[in-house]
């Protein structure tokens, strides 16, 4: 192994293939040009200089890939890939607060961004992370959506097909979040509003008026949100029919009940059914400590159209390939709708994919010009990469070009 490097610079990789598009990469050229992670999991300090191209780490087990890609993953509002506590992030063989610095090319110029951790919340038991753009604090997580496209496959989300439907919900709204921002805050009051209700349910003692204002705020939330879920839909469904022959199709739907009555009624009727629904509940709520019907109810449902069978009936290869393929077309909408060609992180990709779809998808990954970041324990599985890509290594928090 050679020596470690505290800046690992990269200036000199071929990120062409003479059958791809050459303006490809011209268009849209959202990219990392540096990250420096300071006390952040297992890294002390790193920083890392690198061109538009493809990223491959690799290294063993533990040595921190999956770390980097995390750090990566705060570039957009939210907990990361592995939604993950702010104390979690924290090196804990140091007392310095983390913090993680990015350099992005735009196609406006430079674009810093910083965030790290808020001692000043620590020390009073609170979780906040502070978020610096262009070196002046912001408010809040949501602007980072404005500026960056971001989209990533884990290890995890191997099971998102396969297990229960509050997974599939979480992702997507995570996509529909990526279109529009302020979907996360219908979210997020929906969640608030049906906290409270509980809550005054389970005292006993709850004033109707009270819940009658928190049940309107939910409907009125929920038919929002469902809407939301149904375009995202919509457009992904159209961008799969697009799709190449290599991955499966899948057919994709939401269900629930403001999305199921959203098809055949306008919003304000929907509005009143789920009202009417939320005071009939009322009780049955009190009792159970959860509510029966709302938005939080709702599921993703994908099948795997070839063999018309649901995808949590596949198999894990299967399901691995129709996750791929769903995230490709998400990552082609986003470059059409946005204008802007989003990161695309990819946690121990090579794992359950024969050598012809790893083929496929490092081809993809190319033709699509996104800066993409892979990573996995060999270099052998990126081969077909490796002339237009930027191969890396990582051992015990140390990076080495």
């Not at 003479?18 to 002390?44: H, K, M, V, W």
């Not at 496929?360 to 892979?374: H, K, P, T, V």
Request: hydrophobic share 45%.
């Amino acid at each position: 192994m050679p020596e470690a490097r505290r800046v690992v610079s990269i200036q000199d990789s071929t990120f062409r293939d003479p059958c791809l598009d050459p303006g490809i990469l011209a268009s849209d050229p959202l990219s990392i040009s540096q990250i420096t992670l300071t006390q952040f999991r297992n890294y002390e300090h790193a920083r890392l200089v690198c061109d538009a191209a493809p990223v491959v780490i690799t290294g063993a087990n533990g040595g921190g890939k999956t770390n980097l890609l995390e750090a990566l993953s705060l570039l957009v509002p939210g907990r990361g890939l592995r939604r993950s506590s702010l104390g979690d992030f924290q090196n804990r063989a140091s007392d310095k607060p983390w913090a993680v610095a990015i350099e992005l090319r735009t196609d406006t110029g430079p674009l810093l961004i910083g965030t790290g951790r808020d001692c000043a919340a620590s020390c009073n038991d609170e979780e906040r992370r502070l978020i610096h753009i262009d070196g002046k604090p912001a408010r809040g997580q949501t602007i980072l959506a404005e500026h960056i496209a971001l989209a990533w496959i884990t290890p995890d989300m191997d099971r998102l097909l396969a297990e229960g439907s509050a997974a599939r919900r979480k992702f997507l709204d995570r996509l529909a979040f990526s279109f529009d921002p302020a979907h996360g805050g219908r979210v997020r009051a929906y969640e608030k509003a049906m906290r409270e209700r509980l809550h005054l349910l389970r005292e006993g003692r709850a004033d109707p008026l009270w819940l009658d204002a928190l049940e309107n705020e939910m409907a009125r939330r929920a038919v929002a949100i469902a809407a939301a879920r149904r375009h995202m839909i919509s457009r992904l469904s159209k961008a799969i029919a697009e799709s190449g022959p290599v991955f499966p199709r899948a057919d994709i739907d939401v269900r629930g009940t403001a999305e199921d009555l959203l098809e055949h009624q306008p919003a304000l009727l929907v509005e009143d059914a789920l009202r009417a629904a939320f005071a009939r509940a009322r009780r049955e709520d009190a009792a159970s400590g959860t509510c029966a019907t709302g938005a939080h109810r709702s599921d993703l449902r994908v099948r795997h159209r070839a063999k018309n069978c649901p995808a949590d009936l596949c198999s894990t290869g299967e399901q691995k390939a129709l996750l791929i393929a769903v995230m490709l077309a998400y990552v082609r909408l986003l470059s059409e709708h946005r204008r802007m060609k989003p990161l695309f992180l990819l946690d121990d990709i090579a794992a359950h994919l024969d050598d012809f779809r790893r083929a496929a998808l490092f081809d993809e990954i190319l033709s699509l010009g996104a800066q993409a970041w892979l990573t996995g324990t060999d270099q052998a599985p990126f081969s077909r990469l490796a002339p237009f890509a930027q191969m890396l290594q990582v051992e015990n928090g140390a990076i080495f070009g």
